[in-house]
């Protein structure tokens, strides 16, 4: 493994525990259609663009409305929601100011939509901590697959290999793993249950993680 150079951040999970909030207006707008979300299909859709979601959605329930329009009804409701029950988890946002005050190029690749990612980011006072942001309707094709991490860190200018990823769920582990990427993983509480041992280390809060961070740089010297 190199010596991580960049940081590359998930959002939902990481940095905001927003989890529970994807979950209620998901459900909430299935619900207005006369269709039902359980635990278990949020389960299934994690890592998944809102795009992605709303497509199989739409067939499973043959919803009438479009998957644009779905999408647009979903990130009006948690941008909302967002704006009014702010949920930063441990280490927010000390640690991403830290690390970007020490001159570590820092990049968020999250799933969501850019408005929710711009409010989100403003509500954690992070707005321009992030040198690079990949958003979920940019790509074609959601996590587990890698291509939100390349993006990322093509927009860093950093090789994907020398990035170390911070996810809390499995498919985000994965996708940063095929991207070449070393990955932390920081199971918040939606995510706990979730099979994480394909991440290369895996932390109680982000507050630990300039610690592995170190301890990584100085495994990646050795070596």
Do not use: W
């Not at 647009?72 to 409701?77: I, L, P």
């Not at 074609?140 to 390349?150: F, H, I, M, N, W």
Request: proline residues 7%.
């Amino acid at each position: 493994m190199e010596q991580p150079v960049a940081v590359v951040f998930d959002m939902d999970g990481v940095l905001v525990d927003s989890e529970p909030l994807h979950f209620r207006a998901v459900r909430e707008i299935l619900a207005s259609h006369r269709a039902t979300y359980t635990e278990r299909d949020n389960q299934a859709f994690f890592g998944a663009t809102d795009a992605e979601l709303f497509r199989i959605l739409r067939i499973i329930h043959n919803l009438e409305p479009g998957t644009e329009a779905l999408v647009r009804e979903k990130t009006d409701a948690l941008v909302r929601l967002i704006r009014a029950e702010p949920r930063p988890l441990p280490g927010v946002p000390e640690i991403p100011r830290r690390l970007r005050v020490q001159g570590v190029p820092l990049g968020l690749a999250s799933s969501s939509v850019r408005p929710l990612i711009d409010a989100t980011l403003d509500v954690l006072g992070l707005a321009d901590c992030f040198a690079a942001i990949v958003s979920g309707e940019e790509l074609l094709r959601g996590k587990p697959a890698p291509d939100v991490y390349l993006l990322a860190a093509r927009r860093l200018g950093v090789a994907p290999a020398a990035c170390l990823a911070v996810e809390d769920s499995r498919n985000g582990v994965l996708a940063a793993k095929a991207a070449g990427m070393a990955c932390v993983a920081i199971p918040c509480p939606a995510t706990r249950g979730q099979d994480l041992s394909e991440a290369d280390l895996v932390l109680a809060s982000l507050e630990a993680l300039p610690e592995a961070l170190a301890s990584l740089n100085a495994t990646a010297r050795r070596s």
